[in-house]
């Protein structure tokens, strides 16, 4: 019984020393035809790799006004008043299925307006869309 327990235990420590890396390279680790190990790699993106990132174009910028074409940056409240701001938001609140929509004045009008039209866009050609889709 002890031989057996005596095995196991050989085996796994072997084991386990095999999968540690050595603290030190050898001599034939650090020719010019060693491996690259990964800490040293300097992979790059193949030729025909997708893009990673992908620029925004203007129409798509969340600062284009959908109802005018003029970028905004600031607070819709600021843009069009309060009274109209206020009334953007409330069309934008009643359409939203959205648990943290972007109906706020503090926001911009195109963010506001694109929630409202994001919305109005879920709504299949048989459905009946919400009187603020028309508005």
Known sequence: MTRLTASFALIAVLGLA?????AE????????????????????????????????????????DYASGEDESGACSDTLGAREAASLVSRCIAVS?????????????????????????????DEEKPAECAA
């Open 18 to 22: 095999a999968c540690q890396p050595s």
């Open 25 to 64: 390279p050898s001599a034939a680790d650090t020719g010019p035809d060693a491996a690259v190990t990964p800490l040293q790699s300097t992979a790059e993106m193949p030729a025909d790799a997708p893009p990673q990132e992908e620029a925004m174009s203007e129409a798509d910028s969340p600062a284009t």
């Open 97 to 125: 299925p959205a648990t943290h929509p972007p109906c706020n004045a503090a926001n911009s009008c195109a963010l506001i307006q694109g929630e409202i039209d994001r919305a109005c866009g879920l709504f299949g050609p």
